[in-house]
């Protein structure tokens, strides 16, 4: 079975930006949904970004036109483009895969992700 690895995290300024990289062996996710959540100190794991297999994108409001989500099924790998970034964008950030039937399938629940990388941390400072 194959695994997610995330990179890209690390310190940062805030109003900077970081992209972060989901790569997957073997090439097993290419036709899975594709999302991001991540998880602050004290905090539950929350939805922020994902791309369904049709390659619909879906953001959580607190980081619309600032966050981007975008995937190469050939490298079987996603990226979130994070701009503008905030200190209370601070948290660790994880990749999820799922596979659903619908093409355009998301959904921003942890729970129906059965696929998980071991998370990158981003910190953002002002």
């Known amino acids: 079975q194959g695994q997610l690895v995330e990179s890209g995290g690390g310190l940062v300024q805030a109003g900077g930006s970081l992209r972060l990289s989901c790569a997957a062996s073997?090439?097993?996710?290419?036709?899975?949904?594709r999302g991001w959540f991540r998880q602050a100190p004290g905090k539950e794991r929350e939805f922020v970004a994902a791309i369904s297999r049709d390659g619909n994108t879906y953001y959580t409001d607190s980081v619309k036109g600032r966050f981007s989500i975008s995937r190469d099924n050939a490298k079987d790998t996603v990226w979130l483009q994070m701009d503008s970034l905030k200190p209370e964008d601070t948290a660790v950030y994880y990749c999820?895969?799922?596979?659903?039937?619908?093409?355009?399938?998301?959904?921003?629940?942890?729970?129906?992700?059965?696929?998980w990388g071991q998370g990158t941390q981003v910190t953002v400072f002002s």
């Open positions: 073997r090439g097993v996710f290419r036709t899975y949904t």
């Open positions: 999820a895969a799922e596979r659903r039937a619908a093409s355009s399938w998301y959904a921003p629940n942890k729970g129906e992700y059965s696929h």
